[in-house]
């Protein structure tokens, strides 16, 4: 109801009005799940550090979870230790050996999706920039998954018109959240927690839960934490894209061989 009071109140600036993902829903980007009692546990800004041992926590629990990852954020998207470890989590979902994750039903697994090249706010740069932030990040995700991702969340949940029009042309849907653990925003672990406490049993049913693989204490404590309270309240922990209601991936194909154009500008 909030939400769509902040839309009609301020629906009259038109297409200058800039969201924050805070604000609540415009139309096409997804907030929360499709399903009551659903809930996705999703995790921005790596490949990085602990990306591995994040989906093997997951695994372990047998529950989903969502890596959106940046092209050349904290770290390149190209380096070897990063190529390695998104395989690593894309490939959790083939060890029963079927032919595609979009086949996959039920089984866990993890999977990727578009956070952007390098983390800018999207509503402050050029047009060109704009593509070139959504586009060569979707290049190397060809390139080292051979999969084009279907959901992008634009960095710090900013969008606007030209944003969501942008990330619409090639052919993904925004996606932001509804409970944000504020750990890219200097609360402890704890904080965290009682953060979560707070918002999870008023997140209108279901929950798309923000957090960073690039935080230590989130990766070693906090998504534990948070499988287990999800669990206990009784959520179905799914993918961002079955919480969506859609496929993960635009197409799903093979990984292809390194070449030496597999690097990261020095532009950002
Ligand atoms: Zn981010």
Excluded at 98 to 108: A, E, Q
Excluded at 171 to 189: I, K, L, Q, R
């Amino acid at each position: 109801m909030l939400a769509a009071l902040v839309l009609v109140a301020f629906g009259s600036l038109g297409s200058a009005l800039t969201f924050n993902a805070r604000d609540g829903a415009s139309a096409g980007v997804v907030t929360k799940c499709v399903k009551p009692g659903q809930a996705a546990i999703t995790l921005d800004d790596g490949p990085y550090n602990w990306h591995s041992q994040i989906a093997d926590l997951l695994t372990s629990y047998k529950v989903k979870g969502t890596f959106f990852i940046n092209g050349n954020n904290w770290a390149c998207i190209y380096d070897k230790d990063r190529i390695a470890n998104i395989t690593y989590s894309y490939n959790l979902g083939h060890q029963i050996g079927l032919p595609s994750r979009l086949f996959l039903g039920s089984v866990t697994y993890p999977f990727e999706a578009h956070h952007t090249w390098s983390h800018q706010d999207l509503t402050t740069v050029s047009a060109e920039r704009l593509d070139s932030e959504l586009t060569l990040l979707t290049t190397a995700f060809e390139r080292i998954l051979g999969v084009n991702p279907a959901y992008c969340r634009p960095p710090y949940g900013n969008y606007n018109d030209t944003v969501v029009n942008a990330i619409n042309a090639k052919g993904m849907t925004v996606m932001t959240w509804n409970a944000d653990s504020m750990d890219s925003d200097g609360y402890t672990e704890p904080q965290s927690e009682a953060q979560y406490k707070q918002l999870l049993p008023s997140s209108d049913g279901s929950v798309i839960a923000l957090n960073h693989e690039t935080n230590p204490t989130t990766a070693s404590t906090l998504i534990e934490w948070l499988i287990k309270e999800l669990l206990n309240l009784g959520y179905e922990l799914v993918t961002a894209a079955e919480c969506a209601g859609g496929d993960a991936y635009q197409s799903v194909g093979q990984p292809q061989t390194p070449t030496a154009q597999w690097y990261c500008p020095s532009t950002n």
